[in-house]
């Protein structure tokens, strides 16, 4: 059934011209058709919700909802971009503990005529310390072992260093700066999750090329980074051991611990002790 409107109903519609036609188009709603009517607040979070989850990587509508979830009930950083998630965290793991600093600044002999090289590395009882009294994995698992193993004065936890370099990037560029060394400690109590990341702990990373002029090598940075554990920094693995207690204290151990082994590939071997 057609729907007639007078000339002077059609004089007060609407015209629009568009660009390549002569003349005016008339856009005539019929009364059939609903009025386009105004969103409301629900229908704009939705639409706001939908672009989220299309200008964002993909997650789960699972996870996507508890990430909304999570911001409005505690809240973000202002900090979101990659750079500074790692920031925040830098800056909260960073805390002093009773065994010093988390961070160390250590000084590394040059030979003749180079200068004398500052490094920085982990303080190995305060990594202790934090691990242990944060949980997770790591924590499960030194307390498992030590319940099956405990360590004292006379019978220590054996400590085991590993360290390799590693070459991030196109380890055939001819100047590769992005060579480092890295080092990292566990124990062979542990040995049934050396498989696990949560099993070893790091303390150091040092570009290979800092170590160029450095008297002995990276053979130095062994001997500054193993000096940790026993009485560089006043504390001493071997003698007075390290108290390791959960937050909220119900439980508590001490630590004892001396040097056993070092794990290396037959490069590292070679730059180590040749």
């Not at 006043?234 to 794990?263: N, P, Q, W, Y």
């Amino acid at each position: 059934m057609g729907f007639q409107l007078s000339a002077f109903e059609l004089s007060a519609l609407p015209l629009f011209s568009l660009p390549g036609l002569s003349g005016t188009l008339a856009v005539v709603f019929s009364p059939r058709l609903p009025l386009p009517m105004s969103r409301t607040a629900a229908q704009k979070r939705g639409d706001n919700t939908l672009r989220l989850r299309r200008a964002l990587p993909h997650v789960s509508a699972n996870a996507l909802c508890g990430i909304i979830g999570y911001c409005q009930q505690h809240g973000v950083d202002e900090f979101t971009s990659r750079r500074g998630e790692l920031r925040i965290a830098r800056d909260r793991s960073l805390e002093t503990t009773p065994f010093g600093p988390m961070l160390l600044e250590k000084e590394l002999f040059g030979t003749v005529p180079h200068p004398n090289r500052k490094v920085t590395v982990v303080n190995p009882l305060a990594f202790l310390y934090c691990a242990f009294q944060r949980g997770g994995g790591f924590a499960a698992a030194l307390l498992a072992a030590h319940s099956e193993t405990p360590s004292s004065p006379e019978l220590k936890w054996r400590l085991v260093l590993y360290g390799d370099e590693v070459v991030p990037g196109n380890q055939l560029q001819p100047a590769n700066k992005r060579k480092v060394w890295v080092l990292y400690c566990s124990f062979l109590e542990l040995m049934a999750h050396f498989h696990q990341e949560d099993a070893w702990f790091p303390l150091a990373a040092v570009p290979s090329h800092c170590l160029k002029h450095i008297s002995a090598g990276v053979s130095q940075l062994y001997a500054v980074v193993l000096k940790q554990f026993f009485g560089d920094n006043v504390f001493d693995l071997s003698t007075g051991g390290i108290r390791l207690a959960t937050s909220d204290g119900s439980t508590a151990i001490r630590l004892f611990a001396e040097f056993a082994m070092m794990v290396q590939d037959g490069l590292a071997h070679k730059d180590v002790w040749l």
